[in-house]
Structure formats: C-alpha cells, structure tokens
C-alpha cells in the first residue's frame, strides 16, 4: 500500500518554474511506477508524464522539453519540475502510484492517488 501527498503548487506568471513533489509512504515505494496527471475544470484529467521504476520516463507532447520527472528512492519522493510554465498548464495536479510492468499513460493503470496540488499560471 502506498500513500501519496502533493506540494509545490502555487501561481506563478507565464514562462515560470514550478518544482511540484510527491511523497510516499509505504515500505515498497522503490517497486512502484510513477505518474502525474493534471485535470483543469470542465476537462477530463489528462496524463502528463510517468518514471517507471527502472527511471524510464515519458511524457505527454505539450510538456515534453518543459517538463522533467525525476524521483529520489531513499527519501521516497517523486518530483515535477515544471518549466517555461503556459496559463494552459493551469490545473489541478496528482501523482499516482501503480504496481504493474510497463510505461503507464492512462489513470486506470495507476492503483494509488494523492490529492492534488493546484498550479495557475497566470498570463
């Protein structure tokens, strides 16, 4: 079982950084793959990018070369550094936590969710 907590979140203006972490509870945090996904209102929650747990990442075309995950094992967290930040990259933002094999891209791959970190950006 892993439980997941978001921070970072804030406003900033249109060309910004935002580093958004993730942390985790639970002994076999270091087995799971990793994921952040972003739901703006009215719109369906969209993936945004994923590591896996042999630190393969991947990431949605509208972030790639902006966006970088990382994680840090031992002090079981995962990280979002968000840069040249757009006002649509406003949303609310989750991390999420699956156990399966494999590059993950949709929500129904990850089992665990935190609760999100709101992001604005403003123009």
């Known amino acids: 079982q892993v439980q997941l907590v978001e921070s970072g979140g804030g406003l900033v203006q249109a060309g910004g950084s935002l580093r958004l972490s993730c942390a985790a509870s639970?002994?076999?945090?270091?087995?799971?793959?990793m994921g952040w996904f972003r739901q703006a209102p009215g719109k369906e929650r969209e993936f945004v990018g994923t590591?896996?747990?042999?630190?393969?990442?991947s990431y949605v075309d509208a972030v790639r070369g902006r966006f970088t995950i990382s994680r840090d094992n031992a002090k079981n967290t995962v990280y979002l550094q968000m840069n040249s930040l757009k006002p649509e990259d406003t949303a609310v933002y989750y991390c999420?936590?699956?156990?399966?094999?494999?590059?993950?891209?949709?929500?129904?791959?990850?089992?665990?969710w935190g609760q999100g970190t709101q992001v604005t950006v403003s123009s």
């Open positions: 999420a936590a699956g156990g399966g094999f494999g590059i993950f891209t949709t929500a129904n791959e990850y089992e665990y």
């Open positions: 639970g002994r076999t945090f270091s087995s799971y793959n």
């Open positions: 590591i896996t747990r042999g630190d393969r990442t």
